[in-house]
């Protein structure tokens, strides 16, 4: 049902396939699958208890590790992926604090790489989304100098000064 597009037909399919298969190999396979299908829907906070339960049973289980971290990369990501463009100020505080959110979440789970990878993969989209950001204004700035609009000038520097300042946003 993933192969062919239907989501929401693997997730039923998936679910009660672990309903009859809930222990062992074939319980922890399912429970990653049917994690990797919520994720794919967007729902990765309901991925999240399937991955925990394979993790309660084997903390070192790499694939249900990787899908964990996973589970926090895809929402910041998806809000970009998905806001109208060129992105407004309330887009980018929904995805600044979407980033911020899983961050704060991925800071509670046990060091591993991958949720190094993670949150490197968060604080990048952080970064690109600033540094986009800053050159927007300084583009601004530029044309208010240009035009000798001192309250334009005034607006783009503050918007600059905002940007470089985390806690600003």
Same mark, same amino acid.
Do not use: C, W
């Given at each position: 049902?993933?192969?062919?597009?239907?989501?929401?037909?693997?997730?039923?399919?998936?679910?009660?396939?672990?309903?009859?298969?809930?222990?062992?190999?074939?319980?922890?396979?399912?429970?990653?699958?049917?994690?990797?299908?919520?994720?794919?829907?967007?729902?990765?906070?309901?991925?999240?208890?399937?991955?925990?339960?394979?993790?309660?049973?084997?903390?070192?289980?790499?694939?249900?590790?990787?899908?964990? !971290?996973?589970?926090?990369?895809?929402? /910041? *990501?998806?809000?970009?992926? #998905?806001?109208?463009?060129?992105?407004?100020?309330? &887009? @980018?505080?929904?995805?600044?604090a979407s980033i911020d959110q899983e961050l704060a979440a991925l800071e509670k789970l046990p060091p591993s790489p991958r949720n190094q990878v993670a949150r490197a993969q968060l604080d990048r989209l952080d970064f690109v989304l600033v540094d986009d950001q800053i050159k927007?204004?300084?583009? !601004?700035?530029?044309?208010?100098?240009? /035009? *000798?609009?001192?309250?334009? #000038?005034?607006?783009?520097?503050?918007?600059?000064? &905002? @940007?470089?300042?985390?806690?600003?946003?």
């Amino acid at each position: 049902a993933m192969d062919k597009g239907d989501t929401p037909g693997a997730i039923d399919y998936l679910k009660r396939a672990l309903a009859k298969n809930p222990d062992g190999e074939m319980g922890a396979s399912l429970r990653r699958l049917l994690a990797q299908a919520l994720i794919d829907a967007g729902r990765e906070s309901d991925a999240r208890p399937y991955l925990e339960e394979v993790l309660a049973r084997n903390s070192t289980d790499a694939p249900a590790l990787d899908l964990l !971290a996973e589970s926090h990369t895809h929402p /910041a *990501q998806r809000k970009l992926d #998905q806001a109208p463009k060129p992105l407004t100020d309330v &887009s @980018l505080a929904d995805i600044y604090a979407s980033i911020d959110q899983e961050l704060a979440a991925l800071e509670k789970l046990p060091p591993s790489p991958r949720n190094q990878v993670a949150r490197a993969q968060l604080d990048r989209l952080d970064f690109v989304l600033v540094d986009d950001q800053i050159k927007k204004a300084q583009a !601004a700035l530029v044309e208010a100098d240009m /035009a *000798q609009d001192a309250i334009a #000038q005034n607006n783009a520097r503050q918007r600059i000064a &905002s @940007l470089k300042d985390p806690s600003a946003r």
